[in-house]
């Protein structure tokens, strides 16, 4: 096999081009970076905001920041409300899921019903407020012990510092002052700027002046944990977006120095007194008692406190603008009526008597001691048979005349809402009322300041002051300023008189303190002017309410008082050194006034009852 060749093929395989699988590769890495970068350019750059807003709101919660209400003070700069820190329960509207549950653990922290819990809580996630909601003003220490027990088990309910309204004088002021609370339902209909849970004047000067006292509350952001539970200041370091605007300070014409020796002198008595400056109308003072303590309204108020306030001695209820018979204060009115009418003349004598017989009525006098006085001493000594027999020459209408131009029967002007008008009663009134003619024994009684007259204690401090003022008749008011904004006295009405005729009313009111039934009033060098009063009130057979008003000084007043006691007895015994008490303080009168050998006569045991054509039931008043 020498001559066999072997043949090998040597021929290879060209290798694949691989370059474009290479472009493409590389292509899509750099489409891929590309597409990475673009989105970190959106997410980081363009969305920059958008996601660091998400963050924040994640980490943080919008919350009010509360302007300080602003504060109320007397004329002289002393504080009567200002405000206090605080705790306040709020709920998140966006955080409060499975409400119902939330309802019942909240109702056992708070110690209340469920039902009312459950509405509350269903009031505050229905308003979508971006803002927390309060849920609890001014929450004791107990409750927030309790919250934070049950911290974790109470979604979207949070503690936060808060502002509540503080009354240093409490009950002394109260029904001045009125009190603050949680905006009701109505009230938001009709104040569309507010918010639930807001903080609003509910009664007194801080309902009527609200919108000037509440200022606008700021906003900030607190930092909040993995919860939603905001965390202490001292390590979040709010962030305060909106500054809050403190509302405007008021000050008032009270004197609290005043105000305090009023409420102390009426001590545990139901009654008001009210004192002004007859020359402006400024009220000095203005007390009813029993009183209450308005800062039980800045919390939830327990059962235990609404049982107190809502008491069967009204504690709410304000005496000082609520009207009352006002018995023989009212004679200084009915004498000045007689005078202008012509039914007596100034140097007119009358015979008094233990009373006067009147289609076959008696109408009693409060004593029966008998003589021939002088208009003056008729009023000095309060006399009935005396003004009996001016009212059996007179109208009501005329009586009614000069009680209206002197103030009654109309509002005072002081700002305070629920003033009663009182009442000075007619023929016609009688008629539209009582389908019934008007009688002469209803002018009788009338003249003595009874049955249907009514006057309040606000009126009474009206009625003298214009009386010592000659007739120059103020229009009461309280507040003096706001803010730096000065407010100007009402204008004083004018009423025209026959000087002659008002000097003898005048003298007989420098009587009654002088010499007469108000000698508990005296007080030395300074000469007061003024009127006892004791007027017949329901039930029957009760005390008679007591009364006294007066002006000093005397020919140029600088106060004018009323005092009014329920149920009181005798205004001279009752009334006149409760007034005194507050002239001393007004004139800082501390020497004690030597006592008259001549003493106002005990009256008689009862008063003589009497009625009149209708039937009812009358007694005279002193």
């Known amino acids: 096999m020498s001559g066999d060749r072997t043949t090998f093929n040597t021929t290879t395989t060209p290798p694949r081009d691989v370059r474009p699988k290479v472009v493409?590769?590389?292509?899509?890495?750099?489409?891929?970076?590309?597409?990475?970068?673009?989105?970190?350019?959106?997410?980081?750059?363009?969305?920059?905001?958008?996601?660091?807003?998400?963050?924040?709101?994640?980490?943080?919660?919008?919350?009010?920041?509360?302007?300080?209400?602003?504060?109320?003070?007397?004329?002289h700069g002393s504080l009567l409300a200002t405000n206090k820190q605080s705790l306040s329960m709020i709920a998140i509207p966006a955080q409060l899921d499975n409400v119902k549950d939330l309802a019942t653990r909240l109702s056992r922290v708070l110690n209340e019903p469920y039902p009312k819990v459950l509405q509350e809580l269903l009031k505050a996630k229905a308003s979508g407020s971006v803002l927390p909601v309060v849920i609890d003003h001014d929450v004791d220490m107990s409750i927030v012990s309790r919250f934070f027990e049950n911290k974790l088990f109470l979604p979207g309910i949070d503690i936060m510092p808060d502002i509540s309204r503080s009354y240093p004088n409490a009950e002394v002021t109260a029904h001045v002052l009125g009190y603050c609370g949680s905006i009701s339902q109505v009230q938001l209909l009709h104040k569309p700027s507010r918010k639930m849970g807001d903080v609003v004047g509910q009664?007194?000067?801080?309902?009527?002046?609200?919108?000037?006292?509440?200022?606008?509350?700021?906003?900030?952001?607190?930092?909040?944990?993995?919860?939603?539970?905001?965390?202490?200041?001292?390590?979040?370091h709010p962030q305060i977006t909106k500054e809050p605007v403190a509302g405007k300070p008021l000050v008032l014409s009270l004197d609290l120095d005043l105000q305090k020796a009023a409420y102390e002198a009426l001590g545990p008595r139901s009654g008001a007194i009210v004192a002004i400056d007859?020359?402006?109308?400024?009220?000095?003072?203005?007390?009813?008692?029993?009183?209450?303590?308005?800062?039980?309204?800045?919390?939830?108020?327990?059962?235990?406190?609404?049982?107190?306030?809502?008491?069967?001695?009204?504690?709410?209820?304000?005496?000082?603008?609520?009207?009352?018979?006002?018995?023989?204060?009212?004679?200084?009115?009915?004498?000045?009526?007689a005078l202008q009418c012509g039914a007596v003349k100034p140097d007119t004598k009358l015979h008094v008597s233990g009373g006067i017989s009147l289609g076959g009525f008696f109408f009693?006098?409060?004593?029966?001691?008998?003589?021939?006085?002088?208009?003056?001493?008729?009023?000095?000594?309060?006399?009935?048979?005396?003004?009996?027999?001016?009212?059996?020459?007179?109208?009501?209408?005329?009586?009614?005349?000069?009680?209206?131009?002197?103030?009654?029967?109309?509002?005072t002007g002081l700002e305070l809402r629920h003033e009663g008008k009182g009442l000075v009663p007619d023929s016609a009134w009688k008629e539209r009322v009582y389908h019934e003619k008007w009688y002469p024994g209803n002018t009788l009684h009338m003249s003595i300041g009874q049955t249907y007259v009514q006057v309040t204690p606000a009126q009474a401090a009206r009625i003298f002051?214009?009386?010592?003022?000659?007739?120059?008749?103020?229009?009461?008011?309280?507040?003096?300023?706001?803010?730096?904004?000065q407010i100007p006295a009402p204008r004083c009405e004018m009423v025209k008189t026959n000087p002659v005729y008002l000097k003898?009313?005048?003298?007989?009111?420098?009587?009654?303190?002088?010499?007469?039934?108000?000698?508990?009033t005296r007080l030395g060098d300074v000469a007061v002017a003024g009127k006892t009063g004791s007027a017949e009130a329901p039930p029957v057979g009760s005390k008679t309410h007591a009364w006294f008003a007066c002006y000093a000084p005397a020919d140029k007043p600088r106060i004018a008082v009323a005092c009014f006691v329920e149920h009181g007895g005798h205004g001279g015994s009752t009334?006149?050194?409760?007034?005194?008490?507050?002239?001393?303080?007004?004139?800082?009168?501390?020497k004690p006034v030597a006592e008259d050998k001549e003493k106002p006569p005990e009256p008689v045991s009862k008063t003589k009852a009497t009625k009149n054509k209708s039937g009812k039931k009358r007694a005279a008043a002193r």
Request: aromatic residues 8%; proline residues 5%.
């Open 24 to 75: 493409i590769l590389a292509l899509i890495v750099v489409l891929a970076m590309g597409a990475l970068v673009a989105r970190l350019v959106w997410l980081q750059i363009l969305q920059n905001n958008y996601y660091k807003n998400q963050a924040v709101e994640n980490s943080t919660r919008v919350t009010f920041l509360r302007a300080p209400r602003g504060n109320i003070y007397d004329r």
């Open 203 to 236: 009664d007194g000067v801080e309902r009527l002046y609200d919108d000037q006292l509440r200022g606008v509350d700021g906003e900030q952001r607190v930092r909040v944990n993995a919860m939603g539970n905001s965390l202490s200041a001292a390590t979040s």
């Open 278 to 337: 007859p020359q402006n109308g400024e009220v000095l003072a203005m007390v009813s008692r029993p009183s209450y303590d308005p800062n039980v309204f800045t919390k939830r108020i327990t059962p235990a406190v609404w049982k107190r306030i809502n008491a069967p001695d009204h504690p709410l209820f304000n005496r000082a603008l609520s009207g009352y018979p006002p018995g023989s204060i009212w004679k200084a009115i009915t004498l000045l009526a």
């Open 364 to 411: 009693g006098d409060w004593t029966s001691t008998t003589g021939l006085f002088d208009l003056v001493k008729c009023l000095a000594w309060s006399r009935d048979s005396a003004f009996y027999q001016m009212a059996l020459k007179m109208k009501p209408e005329q009586i009614k005349e000069w009680g209206v131009k002197f103030g009654a029967g109309r509002p």
């Open 465 to 485: 002051g214009g009386l010592g003022m000659k007739g120059k008749i103020p229009g009461l008011h309280l507040v003096m300023k706001i803010a730096d904004r």
């Open 504 to 520: 003898v009313v005048l003298d007989g009111l420098k009587a009654v303190v002088a010499s007469g039934t108000g000698g508990a």
């Open 575 to 590: 009334c006149a050194p409760l007034a005194k008490v507050v002239l001393e303080k007004f004139f800082a009168v501390s």
